[in-house]
């Protein structure tokens, strides 16, 4: 099973950038996102397709449907500049992880 | 707070087995219906998951089909820590290595600092 994601999204601060995880019927899966700075482990900013980790800002949302799952971030700050990377569960591959998504905010 | 801090040699002769351990603070292992997993990353590149261990279900384990003829992950309930293994490394294999606690259905709540292993001859 294979994750697409685009190499990179970049977006003003203030507007909403939307991060793309594409993949065969992955609307039939659950979808987690994670976020990570240079230098650091990665952060769960999204489970479950949609839910939220206490501590992770609203601004922060999922959705999954079809072939593409969607990590949106509302009104980006400079602070969200980061990797971000989808993941699913597989019963074939098991843990499969997206390519990453570099967030730049201009 | 659970907290996990990745331990052990940051360079490996090639060909060598590769071996790390994961301490685990804040709260005991066997708490809760968690996984234990480890994954890497190569400079510059993104997330590989390698394998997890089980406290229950006999201490089963689960690896990536790619890796699974080299690895070996285990949980020590005494020591609150779990391992991996690693034979035959090469070059390929050198990269950030993570140890992180998998919950739910297969997300990674809790993640630790990484430790980076090189492999050389």
């Known amino acids: 099973y294979v994750l697409t994601q685009p190499p990179s999204v970049s977006v003003a601060p203030g507007k909403t950038a939307r991060i793309t995880c594409g993949g065969n019927k992955i609307g039939g899966k659950t979808v987690h996102w994670y976020q990570q700075k240079p230098g650091q482990a990665p952060v769960l900013v999204i489970y479950y397709d949609k839910d939220r980790p206490s501590g992770i800002p609203e601004r922060f949302s999922g959705s999954n449907s079809g072939n593409t799952a969607t990590l949106t971030i509302s009104r980006v700050e400079a602070g969200d500049e980061a990797d971000y990377y989808c993941q699913v569960w597989d019963s074939n591959s098991d843990n499969i992880f997206g390519g990453g998504t570099k967030l730049t905010v201009l | 707070q659970v907290q996990l801090q990745e331990s052990g040699p940051g360079l490996v002769k090639t060909s060598q087995t590769l071996s790390l351990t994961c301490t685990v603070s804040?709260?005991?292992?066997?708490?809760?219906?968690?996984?234990w997993s480890w994954i890497r990353q190569p400079a510059g590149k993104g997330l590989e998951w390698i394998g997890r261990g089980r406290v229950y279900g006999s201490g089963s384990t689960d690896y990536n089909p790619s890796l699974k003829s080299r690895v070996t992950v285990a949980v020590d309930t005494s020591a609150n820590q779990f391992s991996l293994k690693l034979t035959s490394v090469t070059a390929a294999d050198t990269a950030v290595y993570f140890c992180a606690r998998e919950g739910g259905y297969w997300y990674f709540d809790i993640w630790g600092r990484g430790t980076l292993v090189t492999v050389s001859s």
């Open positions: 804040g709260d005991s292992i066997t708490s809760g219906s968690y996984f």
